[in-house]
C-alpha cells in the first residue's frame, strides 16, 4: 500500500496563492505519474495536473492553465502544485494520486491512478 501525505491547504481571498505539497510515505515514486485532483461539494471528481516523474511532462485542465503549477523534487522525492490567482471556484478538497503504471505518459483519467491521499482542503473567498 503507498500511503500519499498531502499538505498546504487553506483557506485565501480571491487571487490569492497557497502550495500544495504531495510525499509518500513508503518507497520514492520512481516511474509513476502523478496527478492532482480535486471534488468541490456536489460534484464530480475533476482533473487538475499530471506531471511524468520520468521525464518531468506535464498536463492542466482548461480551468487552471497559466495559473497552477505542478513540479516534481526528485531530491526530496515530493511533488508540489503550486496555485497563484485563486478563484472561488477553485475552492474544493484537493487530492493527490499516484500511478504506478504511467511509465513515460501522462494520464486525465482518475481511474488510471492507483494510489490516493487523503484530500487536503482550499478555500477561497471573495
Known amino acids: 500500500h503507498e500511503e500519499l501525505v498531502e499538505t498546504g491547504g487553506g483557506s485565501v481571498h480571491t487571487g490569492g496563492s497557497l502550495r500544495l505539497t504531495c510525499a509518500p510515505a513508503?518507497?520514492?515514486?520512481?516511474?509513476?505519474?502523478m496527478g492532482w485532483f480535486r471534488q468541490a461539494p456536489g460534484k464530480e471528481r475533476e482533473f487538475v495536473a499530471t506531471?511524468?516523474?520520468?521525464?518531468?511532462?506535464?498536463d492542466y485542465s482548461d480551468s487552471v492553465k497559466g495559473r497552477f503549477t505542478i513540479s516534481r523534487d526528485s531530491i526530496k522525492n515530493m511533488v508540489s502544485l503550486q496555485m497563484n490567482s485563486l478563484k472561488p471556484e477553485d475552492t474544493a478538497v484537493y487530492y493527490c494520486?499516484?500511478?504506478?503504471?504511467?511509465?513515460?505518459?501522462?494520464?486525465?483519467?482518475?481511474?488510471?491512478?492507483?494510489?490516493w491521499g487523503q484530500g487536503t482542503q482550499v478555500t477561497v473567498s471573495s
Open positions: 513508503g518507497r520514492p515514486f520512481a516511474s509513476y505519474g
Open positions: 494520486a499516484a500511478d504506478s503504471r504511467a511509465g513515460w505518459g501522462l494520464s486525465t483519467d482518475g481511474y488510471e491512478y492507483d494510489y
Open positions: 506531471i511524468s516523474w520520468r521525464n518531468g511532462n506535464t
